[in-house]
């Protein structure tokens, strides 16, 4: 059941004994990039010491563009991801031949701890390109001996027909996408249970809550596992929920995990809430050192009962840029799916618009009455309407406009799911 | 047994245009149209000629309707007629849900629909009282 039964299962004494080492090997290759030149001669007695390390942000990737941060030859580098930053530069990363073959069995690792082996069926319907999600799965499962179809996104009649015909057994799917193209199917008439033979879906990309997962894996008949990673470090396969589904594991032997408070840059204890901070500890073209994520999460206190020693996240809460502060309140987005995606009578897709009236911020969320559980009277209407409002309330302690539209009116993004609207004044 | 289409809509313009092209496409007859809003979005009741066929059109164009069950009295069109029915039915405890009317043929007979939350109650004292209830292949023929 392990990928690699040595390093996912050894003692906490002998991990932490490892990441020293690799930290203070991390350290001397990272001081050959122009960015990190004065951390040069600097090595750590405890893993603790690295707080005397300044955090590195996403705007310093963006400002010592494009080679600020390379410390290998250009020619080492075998391959260039890049964001598709429409503003400014893009954060562009380089792989050397040993960075990929590391993220490649950091992906394999991954899918191998959620069943996928040689003649499954894995139907890639992540972008390939400058994203690195599609091409990092696709060494993955190909690493694995899976049968590997890179489809890529969008078509979903084309991807209902893959699967069908070539018996796709496990997916690599946006969480906003399944529920668009599980609507094909019903169009289709195809079912995904009974026609398919469908076993786990790999969702990731965009946060989503713990709801959106149980309901795509009733309407799909499958598991479905949360997957994390970022693109700075590598891309996807930096962690992966494991089968008891009670968080994600970090892949400590590749990272050196902290959680800190996103104000004051302290370094939180397990449990507490914060920001992901990553130390990349085998990167060889591009070494991360602090590497603020942007993205909130906590550490699972306590041990998995997989037995593996790498530390659990809990699944993403959100983005720290996506937070939303009306009248001083914070509000995370996931909050309000969770509440619409647990009250019933209305669709799943929704719209949340921030604007400006009277001088205070309004929030209006719009979400599609359900029509299969439509049953004709303005009571019940207003009622779910009240309803919702209410359990928006409690759940962000803003109360919200709820407005209730007709079903199919809100859009459907087939990539990245932007539901987010701030039309406030500046 | 009668009933008529319950539509949920947002008050914009345009919305209910689009349900009425909807039946006129499909060679739908309104007998009779009534609207309940609640500020934003309402709920439109339509009697149609074709019950069945306008449901399934509406829902093939995305329309989110539903079937409810009603009560077509046949009444005189003449002065305090509405008034001995609804005598009848408060007696009785029968609140009414939604109500309208459509004439039948002019000065001479109207119809009256409701949604009562005490159905079979209802059809029963009505019928007890005299009154005529039209059927759905009734309904179709006038
Ligand atoms: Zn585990």
Redesign the pocket.
Same mark, same amino acid.
């Given at each position: 059941m392990y990928w690699e039964e040595n390093l996912e299962t050894m003692n906490e004494g002998a991990l932490k004994e490892m990441q020293l080492k690799l930290v203070n090997q991390t350290l001397v290759k990272a001081a050959e990039a122009p960015f990190y030149r004065n951390i040069s001669g600097k090595k750590l007695r405890t893993l603790e010491e690295i707080r005397e390390l300044p955090f590195t942000r996403k705007q310093d990737l963006r400002d010592h563009f494009p080679y600020g941060f390379l410390r290998t030859d250009l020619s080492e580098a075998v391959r260039l991801h890049s964001s598709s930053g429409t503003t400014g530069n893009p954060t562009v990363v380089f792989h050397t031949r040993a960075d990929i073959e590391n993220w490649t069995n950091q992906v394999a690792r991954s899918m191998y701890m959620i069943g996928v082996r040689p003649g499954d069926v894995f139907q890639n319907t992540m972008g390939y390109g400058l994203f690195t999600g599609g091409l990092g799965f696709h060494y993955g499962a190909e690493k694995i001996g899976a049968l590997t179809i890179p489809i890529g996104p969008g078509n979903s009649k084309r991807q209902i027909w893959f699967m069908q015909t070539f018996g796709t057994t496990v997916v690599h799917i946006l969480p906003s996408y399944a529920l668009r193209l599980y609507s094909i199917f019903e169009e289709m008439s195809v079912d995904p249970k009974k026609d398919t033979k469908l076993k786990s879906f790999i969702i990731g990309s965009e946060p989503h809550s713990e709801e959106l997962r149980r309901e795509i894996e009733d309407l799909f008949g499958v598991r479905a596992y949360n997957s994390y990673g970022l693109s700075e470090v590598c891309g996807p396969g930096v962690g992966f929920e %494991?089968s %008891?589904q009670k968080g994600i594991?970090l892949w400590e032997d590749y990272y050196y995990v902290e959680i800190i408070d996103p104000e004051t840059g302290e370094v939180l204890p397990d449990g507490e809430e914060g920001e992901l901070v990553l130390t990349t500890l085998q990167r060889e073209a591009m070494p991360l050192l602090r590497y603020r994520t942007g993205d909130l999460t906590r550490v699972l206190p306590g041990k %998995?009962? %997989?037995g593996?020693v790498h530390k659990r996240i809990e699944r993403i809460k959100g983005r720290a840029d996506d937070m939303l502060i009306i009248n001083g309140v914070n509000i995370f987005p996931i909050q309000i799916e969770e509440t619409i995606m647990r009250t019933p009578g209305v669709g799943k897709n929704y719209l949340i618009e921030v604007k400006t009236e009277n001088f205070m911020d309004k929030l209006y969320v719009k979400v599609e009455v359900d029509k299969e559980i439509f049953e004709g009277t303005l009571a019940a209407l207003t009622g779910l309407q009240k309803k919702l409002t209410e359990e928006l309330k409690a759940e962000i302690t803003v109360t919200p406009t709820v407005q209730l539209v007709e079903p199919g009116t809100l859009p459907v993004w087939e990539g990245k799911a932007k539901r987010v609207q701030d039309l406030r004044s500046k | 047994m009668a009933y008529h289409l319950s539509i949920f809509v947002e008050n914009r313009p345009g919305k209910l245009e689009k349900i009425t092209k909807v039946l006129a496409d499909n060679g739908i007859n309104i007998r009779a149209i009534s609207v309940a809003s609640a500020g934003e979005f309402g709920v439109v009741k339509l009697l149609v000629n074709e019950g069945d066929r306008a449901f399934a059109a509406l829902r093939e164009q995305n329309i989110t309707v539903s079937k409810r069950r009603i009560l077509v009295i046949l009444l005189p069109d003449s002065p305090g007629a509405m008034y001995d029915l609804l005598v009848v039915l408060s007696e009785k405890n029968i609140n009414l849900e939604d109500c309208y009317g459509f004439v039948v043929e002019r000065k001479k007979q109207a119809a009256v629909v409701i949604e009562a939350e005490k159905y079979p109650l209802a059809e029963g004292v009505l019928k007890e009282k005299g009154y005529k209830l039209l059927s759905d292949q009734e309904l179709a023929a006038i």
């Open positions: %494991c %008891c594991h %998995c009962e %997989c593996r | -």
